[in-house]
């Protein structure tokens, strides 16, 4: 073959640049078209990774064990935490044992969930002893004071020191001292939770060495099918669960915002395929004559084809590039105004999987955009395109 | 010897159902070195024997020898390369690239080619220079007269150094002036660099500056 890349590299570079104006305006809509892609492509990753990383961190780890729906309690939960323990891989392991229940606070009663925790443990598997917006972490052995969800807190109009009673669901009613705001950016901890040490649930309940659920964290959060086999051979008569499952209703709302998500991606793919597809057509159309000249003086097919080809490339490369730095300079902008949804404080990180993966959906896209009206144009037919035929 | 011949060659169209016959069995023969001027009148065959000739079209019967080659029987790739290599093409609408100087179209067939790009450069320059514009290589069509634009086709017609130019109604959207300078280039051309020429006219005054005159009437030479 002839050295035909060089005449099709020559011929989509002047044709490309022959017209500045046009050039800007169609590297604008591929820019646009880019951006939205990539930049929908972050949020969702974005929104997904925080919310499955508060679930996981403030609410449900990794893997849970709870009781069997027939029972209650999980029975000797010290030395099942002990052998979850040693499990490789498995870095921290600590049980609860929760009540549903209601805050007093004056004239507010206000129902919440009641989380009974060992405080020296709880780090091992949530963030939770992180999270202390104001006044201090529990320890072990407190029996007078709670930590309370900060938009608990603020319904109940309570600050750090104040008392407040608590009515467990067996109808305990105690009364403890607020010892620290619980801020973790996650709507459903922050309204709802109430934190009291073990012992003083113990207390409450007339229990001890039983909970109502164990929660494990593992090394890497993608291994829970594994990890939730293995602890279901160390419990066999416990139900074990992954934090996917637990959260069941939460994953599959996720998997539905996806699907949406991906909606939106590929109208954005569309969009950047039919404006290359529009443009090629256009360009083929407006260039019957000269496309005809082309082939009429020795010029192959596969030469015209690789002309609009390697322009749809040449364009959607530099609406790539340009693409790339609009969407870092808007995750910047929206990153900088901090944009707080109910599950935290949404951090936009474009990755550089979406970017690769972006860049080849964009590259494969405008190929097939471009192949069509390319391969049309390809196919002239000379006598008519010459002389308007 | 022989450059364009044909034998018997006939090309009917289908118009819906009707056949049209457009040339029914043309024998002509051109040597080399010759000028000659195809000629009739509207309807008489002369654009179908022109792109038969120019390989851009098939007969529906009948031979085709280019340079001794019966290109009747060439499959579409090699036609093409026919084309590049033995052919220079001049049409009445100059036809050059926008986008490119004068220069980049002169050259455009020869890096079809292959050809090294400072050997194109340099018989680029060499060809605009034969065809009087020098100073004018970097010039885009849109920058050039009628006359000019025409010119940078001949010269890139001739970058190949092709068996004969094909030039169809070359002077037909020139000015006077301009069209008696194109027919003296290809006098000179013809005259100076023994360039075989084949040029459809329906020019009288042109026609009578070719070698010989081939008339056409009802698809069949007269």
Redesign the interface.
Known sequence: M??SI??IL??AL??I??DKRILALVVFALTIGYTNVLMSTAVMNSFIGLFYDQITDTTVPHIVVEPREEKKFIEHTESKVKNIEGIAGVVGVASHLNSSGIVILKNKNIGCSVVGITPSLEKNISIIPEKIEKGTFLNDKEKTSVLIGTMLADDLEVSVGQKVTLVYSNGVKREYSVKGIVNTGFLFVDMLNVYVTREEIESVFGTHDRSTEIGVRLADRDAVGTYKLLIMKQLPSDDVKTWEEKMGFFVQLIGVLKIIWNAIRMMGLLTVIVTIAIIIYVNVTSKR??IG????????NH?VLGIFLLEAVLWSMMGTFFGLILSHVLAYILNSIRIVLPIGLLVLRISSEAILLTVFLIFIASLLAAFMPARQGSRIN??KA??GG | MSVIKTDALKKTYMLGKVPVPALRGVDIDVVKGEFIALMGPSGAGK?TLL?MV?M??SPTSGDIFIDGTNVSTLSE?MR??F???KIG?I?Q?F?L????TAL?NVI??M????KDMNECRRQGRELLHVVGLDERENHLPSELSGGEQQRVTIA?SLV?NPSFLLADEPTANLDTENASQIVTLFRRLNAELGITIFMVTHEEELGQKADRIIRLRDGVVV
């Open positions: 002839r050295l060089r005449v020559f011929m002047k044709d640049f022959k004559r000269q000249i082309l082939k009429a003086i020795g010029a192959r030469i000379i006598i010459i002389w | 654009s792109n120019g851009l079209d790739n093409v390369d084309r590049l290599e093409f049409f609408f036809n690239f926008m986008e490119l980049e455009l067939p890096m079809l080619l292959g890139r190949n």
